[in-house]
């Protein structure tokens, strides 16, 4: 016998090695097959409109186009055009204020409001769907009773005129000039904090009553309680909330259009945002290069922010 036959091994059904190795392969790729039949779908949709869009965006803010005559290299002057543009530097300067506002008063409100319905109170049920009501109300219902509640001749002037005795030339305007903003921040609030409420629920049902019950033996008070177990056991969660709020806050757009668009959605300087600058420069004036730069600078003003929290996070983490 040759030392090729030699080496070649009978399994007891006749099938040598090799052709069950390339037998387990061939059922490999067949799986594997079946596998990515499955995922294409969703991959060839995530790739068309999203993942080539923002790769395009990225190349494109390196350009100058407006969607008609051919594309025109002009390497970083949309980036250094918007160091001088006034209409710029005041919607970034209006997004981060609305984002240091809202992002912690939404927290604080929505945590409240958890630790609150938390407890065994008459009609917990009730006031939980109240709160969460403002999240999947329609926008467009609840800004117009904003609008109204807050218009210069509204309920809540005629309060101050009537009640607190506010003169009529000193009454305020909501919707104009720095009160804009405020009112922007306080319906953002309103609106968002039964979502994060209901997240900081599920996050306080899955702390231990057993954590408590040690604190109350140690003579915590309340207080002492919320600092030493909810807060610290709430760390995940709070997390969360505030990389979700944050994002949220700098992609704002369709409650500044609503709110403070009036009736032909124009934004003024001291309501206009990032998101709201984008559009008017790409569908108004048709600066598609322009636009994308400043895409570009809201997305590393996101991703800058977000790495900061992991990394805060993590460092919590570790002590």
């Known amino acids: 016998m040759s030392d090729k ?3 070649l091994k009978i399994t007891s059904s006749g099938h040598t090695g090799d052709d069950i190795q390339r037998s387990r392969k061939k059922r490999e790729r067949r799986r594997n097959l079946i596998a990515y039949s499955f995922i294409a779908p969703n991959f060839i949709g995530f790739a068309v409109f999203t ?3 923002i790769l395009f965006a990225f190349g494109l803010a390196f350009m100058e186009w407006d969607g008609n005559n051919p594309i025109k290299f002009v390497g970083l002057q949309n980036f250094k055009g918007l160091i001088q543009d006034k209409f710029f530097i005041a ?14 008063l939404t927290m604080a409100a929505s945590l409240g409001l958890a630790i609150v319905l ?27 009773v904003w609008t109204m509640l807050f218009h210069s001749k509204g ?14 030339e000193n009454l305020p305007n909501w919707f104009t000039g720095d009160l804009v903003l405020v009112m922007l921040i306080l319906f953002s609030v309103w609106k968002y904090m039964g979502y994060y409420m209901v997240i ?9 009553n057993e954590l408590y019950e040690a604190g109350k033996i140690d003579g915590a008070n309340g207080w002492q309680r919320f600092r030493y177990i909810t807060w610290p056991s709430l760390r995940p969660t709070t997390f969360f909330v505030i990389v979700m709020l944050t994002i949220n806050c700098f ?12 009736s032909t959605g124009v934004l003024s300087t001291s309501a206009m945002v990032l998101v709201y600058y984008i559009y008017q420069n790409a569908f108004n004036y048709w600066k598609l290069g322009y636009s994308s730069a400043v895409a570009m600078i809201l997305f590393v003003l996101v991703l800058g922010v977000t790495l900061v929290q992991f990394k805060g ?5 570790n002590d």
């Open 5 to 7: 036959t030699a080496s």
């Open 51 to 53: 993942l080539i869009p």
């Open 91 to 104: 919607a970034f300067k209006n997004t981060i204020i609305y984002s240091v506002g809202t992002v912690p």
């Open 118 to 144: 938390n407890q065994k109170v008459k009609g917990r049920g009730i006031f939980r769907t109240l709160g969460f009501f403002p999240y999947v109300a329609s926008l467009v219902a609840i800004t117009s």
């Open 155 to 168: 309920p809540v002037n005629s309060i101050l005129y009537f009640v607190f005795n506010v003169a009529k």
């Open 200 to 208: 900081y629920l599920a996050g306080l049902q899955g702390i231990s």
């Open 251 to 262: 992609k704002i757009y369709d409650i500044a259009v609503m709110l403070a668009g009036g």
């Open 313 to 317: 996070e993590s460092k919590f983490a």
